[in-house]
Nanobody, 123 residues
Framework: QVQLVDSGGGLVQAGGSLILACAAS????????MGWFRQAPGKEREFVAA????????YYTDSVKGRFTISRDNAKDTVYLQMSSLKSEDTAVYYC????????????????WGQGTQVTVSS
């Protein structure tokens, strides 16, 4: 079992920045690929970003490329999502996720999920 706790959400003006964090506990964090997903009101959950177990590769959905950065600190069992140049369309609940198979994220699946943290961008 892996427990994931998301934090860092809040209210920010358009153009501003936030850093989300996801702290993991339980089984070996560094064994898992990590991802961030989001779900806006009335919309389906969507993939945002992913990072491989060793941090060697990162992946982003097109709408956040150049604005968001995913990173991880395996010594702290934490994954981060740095968000800048935020737009109103980034408003959503953000969830971190863990899976030992990277391709799971493309199917919007994961073995473990955080509880979510709300990000609201005001225009």
């Amino acid at each position: 079992q892996v427990q994931l706790v998301d934090s860092g959400g809040g209210l920010v003006q358009a153009g501003g920045s936030l850093i989300l964090a996801c702290a993991a506990s339980g089984r070996t964090f560094r064994s898992y690929h990590m991802g961030w997903f989001r779900q806006a009101p009335g919309k389906e959950r969507e993939f945002v970003a992913a990072i491989t177990w060793n941090g060697g590769s990162t992946y982003y959905t097109d709408s956040v490329k150049g604005r968001f950065t995913i990173s991880r600190d395996n010594a702290k069992d934490t994954v981060y999502l740095q968000m800048s140049s935020l737009k109103s369309e980034d408003t959503a609940v953000y969830y971190c996720a863990a899976d030992d198979t990277l391709s799971a994220f493309s199917r919007l699946r994961a073995d473990y999920w955080g509880q979510g943290t709300q990000v609201t961008v005001s225009s």
